[in-house]
T-cell receptor, first 111, second 111 residues
Framework: DADVTQTPRNRITKTGKRIMLECSQT?????MYWYRQDPGLGLRLIYY???????NKGEISDGYSVSRQAQAKFSLSLESAIPNQTALYFC??????????FGPGTRLTVT | DQQVKQNSPSLSVQEGRISILNCDYT??????FLWYKKYPAEGPTFLIS?????DKNEDGRFTVFLNKSAKHLSLHIVPSQPGDSAVYFC??????????FGAGTRLTVKP
């Protein structure tokens, strides 16, 4: 079984819709992260959490929100999706913050 | 403002030869550097890292070199194998927080 899972793996939604991407981990790590990948830009950090009560904005948090429901679960929400949020989204976990373990990604398309 | 840059989008080498992937950064506060490898339809996986107090770190066929004065790091793969064909991301962080990634270099190793 995968240590970091993401659901859904693919999603097509329309502009203005609310959507939630979910991440679960079995590695027992306290730190969890959400990134988006765009062609030519690499991975950019959206939000990160060091524990259930500690949520931090990353490089590109505008238009996104997160919820850390438990040590093992970290969700990313788009309150009102827009086309430029079309991207590949990755969840990651870490023990120390340096070496991170990534999920398989969620491909989101906003039409 | 991309603080970590990988200026070569792609690199092609012959099996058995050396692959050299390059990365430049602008933030002199970065103190930890990593390389990740990504296969299609999978999340990135950690490959090798280096702290700013070192200038070289080696792990089997993979060696990372850090030149702090030039704000440059490189990943050497010797010998290159077809299974090394993937996208390689360089990443950097300050105190294990807010990791910044480069855009990636696609390595193709030809048999």
């Amino acid at each position: 079984d995968a240590d970091v899972t993401q659901t859904p793996r693919n999603r097509i939604t329309k502009t203005g819709k609310r959507i939630m991407l979910e991440c679960s981990q079995t590695k027992g790590h306290d730190r969890m992260y959400w990134y988006r990948q765009d062609p030519g830009l690499g991975l950019r950090l959206i939000y990160y959490s060091f524990d259930v009560k500690d949520i931090n904005k990353g490089e590109i948090s505008d238009g996104y929100s997160v919820s850390r429901q438990a040590q093992a679960k970290f969700s990313l929400s788009l309150e009102s999706a827009i086309p430029n949020q079309t991207a590949l989204y990755f969840c990651a976990t870490s023990w120390t913050g340096s070496e991170q373990y990534f999920g398989p990604g969620t491909r989101l398309t906003v039409t | 403002d991309q603080q970590v840059k990988q200026n070569s989008p792609s690199l092609s080498v012959q099996e058995g030869r050396i692959s050299i992937l390059n990365c430049d950064y602008t933030n002199s506060m970065f103190d930890y550097f990593l390389w990740y490898k990504k296969y299609p339809a999978e999340g990135p996986t950690f490959l090798i890292s280096i702290s700013s107090i070192k200038d070289k770190n080696e792990d089997g066929r993979f060696t990372v070199f850090l030149n702090k004065s030039a704000k440059h790091l490189s990943l050497h793969i010797v010998p290159s194998q077809p299974g090394d064909s993937a996208v390689y991301f360089c990443a950097a962080s300050v105190g294990n927080n807010d990791m910044r990634f480069g855009a990636g270099t696609r390595l193709t190793v030809k048999p």
